[in-house]
């Protein structure tokens, strides 16, 4: 009876150890490389006032790439703001994602160039910037429409400032 108490006390000791570290994320299988989201804010300023959002950051090639690939939902509110310093022609696609999503691209003065509307899950479809944009803000779909979101308003955020 003693030796199964000790067994059983070793096990609950090494799962809360495990629990412990996973939670902290060191020993958690799979978890390596993996980073909580760093969510920003951003304003929008349009006709109807200012919107808020918070937005995660795609700033090197693999997050730029991943984006929101994979995702089955994002709250109303929150998007992914995506980094192509310097100001470029920027294509985007859907592939692998699996929420329609509206593509705001916005160019090195803050000002949104072009809306791409309720764009289509999975598709391969190339979606273009329209001009030289700085920055891609990808939010859920019907969210331009939902806060009359259109070219021209300006965006602010620290990808912005000073061009």
């Not at 937005?55 to 991943?66: G, L, Q, R």
């Not at 019907?142 to 061009?163: C, E, M, Q, W």
Request: hydrophobic letters at 45%.
């Amino acid at each position: 009876m003693m030796r199964m108490r000790k067994v059983g006390l070793e096990w609950l000791r090494a799962g809360l150890c495990i629990a412990l570290l996973s939670w902290i994320g060191v020993a958690a299988p799979g978890s390596a490389g993996v980073r909580a989201a760093e969510f920003q804010p951003l304003e929008i300023g349009t006709r109807a006032g200012v919107r808020m959002f918070s937005v995660e950051m795609a700033a090197t090639e693999e997050e730029k790439t991943k984006g929101l690939m994979y995702r089955k939902h994002l709250p109303d509110g929150q998007g992914m703001l995506f980094d192509f310093s310097p100001a470029q022609q920027v294509s985007m696609w859907m592939k692998n994602t699996y929420i329609s999503l509206d593509m705001i691209f916005i160019g090195p003065d803050g000002r949104i160039l072009r809306i791409a509307e309720n764009t289509e899950p999975l598709s391969t479809r190339i979606i273009s910037s329209g001009g030289l944009a700085k920055g891609v803000l990808e939010v859920i779909a019907g969210t331009a429409k939902k806060y009359g979101i259109a070219p021209g308003d300006r965006v602010s955020h620290p990808l912005f400032n000073g061009h």
